[in-house]
């Protein structure tokens, strides 16, 4: 088992939101009414939408990544919550396996929710019908 080591304690100051800068990564809104009650999956979700690669589009970050980064106590709980991500269509893995090594490369292609009932007539008639999952929350 590989050690990971603690990073260094961080010293903050806040600035109104107005004043953010290219490090502000955007959250739907929706997304918080979707994951109501699942505040692991909630994190999860937040911390693949900070590491999506736009290069790539997926981000691939490894469960032991994000439970160190989260501070989750156990895989199980990152696990539970990304399967709980896909069942709700925010998230599709991509699962990868290594030959050589036996090591899963899971990649995480991250979608938001957006609210049907929110479109114009013009922006309904520009959607790509491919763009979209269609799910319920």
Known sequence: MEKIEKEKEIT????????MNEKFHQMPDLALTVLAGKPAAYMIYSYLVKNFNKEYNYAFPTVKQIQHALGFGSNA?????????????????????????????????????????SFTKGEKAE???????????
């Open 77 to 117: 709980t990152v696990s539970n919550a990304i399967k709980y991500l896909e069942e709700k269509k925010l998230i599709r893995i991509v699962r990868r396996k290594h030959v050589e090594n036996n090591y899963n490369n899971n990649r995480y292609v991250v979608y938001f929710p957006v609210a049907r009932n």
């Open 12 to 19: 903050y100051i806040v600035r109104r939101i107005d004043k």
């Open 127 to 137: 959607i790509q019908t491919d763009e979209f999952v269609k799910t319920t929350i």
